[in-house]
Each structure stands twice: as C-alpha cells, then as structure tokens.
C-alpha cells in the first residue's frame, strides 16, 4: 500500500514488456494516496497486444485505488492493438473488479491504430467514483500507414461493466479530455472492393460506456483529421 507518496519523473520505455507501468501488473491490491508527477511511458513500436497504465499495465483480482493522481505525465504508445489508460491499461479475466474513488490524470495519451485507450482506464467490471480526466487522446496511424481496423476510446473508459449488488458503476465523474483522431485517410465504411475486412470505424465515448451512471458531465470534444 503506497500513503502520501509523490513519484516526479518516471521514465518508462518499453521494448519487449506485455504489462506496462510503475507496476508491470497488481493483483488483490489497495494503493492509497498515490501521485505520479510529469512523467512518461513510451512505446518503441515494434510489438503489439500490450498494456499501459502510468500505475499498472493491468490488474487482477480485487484492486481498490483511492486519491491516486497522474499530473502533466504522457503515454506515448507506438505499439498496435494496445489497452491504453492513464492509471490502468485494462482489469483482465472475469471475476477481477477494480473500485476507483478520488483518482484523476492529467496529460496526453497517444496511440497507434487498433487500440483501446481511455483517462483512467480502459476496460473493466467495477466501480468509478469522483474521478476527473483532462488532456488529450490521440489516436494515429501506424507508422504513417493504412491501418484498416477499428479503435475505441473513452474520456474516462472505454467500458465499465457493474459488479454483483452495486447499484451504480459511475458516478461524480467529470470528463475534460479532448480526442483526436489523426489519421490521414479515412474510410468510414467499406473500400471500393466491398471487402468488409477493410472496414474503418472508430467508437468514442465522451466518458465512458457502463451500465450505470449518475451524476457526471463530459466537457471534452472529439476532433477528426
């Protein structure tokens, strides 16, 4: 358990690691009181199907976070088909919840085509309480290529699923983070063969898609090209 620590200039570059961050992985963990200040995770590119989170890649099992902030920090992600988020990449396997109160970031997080990435984390059974984001998503091509998949981003999360007798899953949540996406062209649909393989599309979720939300507000924008 981490209580009134502040982490300043962490640098992390990935080249061969599948889970990413301060912790590569938590399980059945409480971290409390927790800042990570202008600090960096940084992607070569080479790899895909990894995670990022300035505080873990990815989580297993009960993991409670309470007062954990990222401040003016970056994620730089060049691998393709990555779990992006803030705090946490993704809360992996069925019966692994995490419980997210007081927690924001602040920065930019860019990534490469056929990604997840959201503020604080991208997928996950749970709870998300009083958390804030603000910054920016981007998301671009790879490599300046013509990357044909799909991508999903979220201001807060991608999807946040409700645990067993919890009566909300999001709530006091304010979204500030603007997302971008930066690819040079865009399909939209299907390409003049009618290949459906080459279907472009992209889902964004101003602040996150979950089964039950009350009261929160999303103030970011979403801006393509």
Do not use: P
Request: hydrophobic share 35%.
């Amino acid at each position: 358990m981490f209580q009134g620590h502040t982490i300043k200039g962490l640098y992390i570059k990935e080249e061969d690691s599948k889970y990413n961050g301060l912790f590569g992985s938590v399980e059945n963990a409480t971290i409390c009181n927790l800042n990570i200040d202008n600090s960096c995770i940084y992607s070569t590119g080479n790899s895909y199907a990894k995670y990022y989170g300035l505080l873990c890649g990815v989580s297993y099992g009960s993991v409670k976070c309470r007062n954990v902030h990222v401040i003016k920090s970056l994620l730089d992600i060049r691998s393709y088909r990555s779990s992006t988020g803030g705090l946490i990449g993704e809360s992996k396997n069925i019966d692994s919840h995490v419980i997210m109160d007081n927690c924001s970031f602040d920065g930019n997080i860019c990534v490469t085509a056929l990604s997840y990435a959201a503020g604080i984390i991208t997928i996950c059974k749970g709870k998300i309480t009083n958390c804030t984001t603000s910054g920016n998503i981007f998301i671009k091509e790879r490599d300046g290529k013509d990357v044909f998949g799909y991508d999903w981003a979220g201001g807060l999360a991608v999807r946040v699923s409700n645990i067993e007798n919890s009566t909300v899953n999001v709530e006091h949540c304010v979204n500030y983070m603007d997302i971008h996406l930066l690819y040079s062209g865009w399909n939209g649909g299907i390409d003049d063969t009618g290949d459906m393989s080459k279907l472009d599309y992209v889902i964004i979720y101003g602040l996150c898609k979950a089964d039950i939300v009350k009261n929160c507000a999303n103030f970011g924008n979403f801006f393509v090209g």
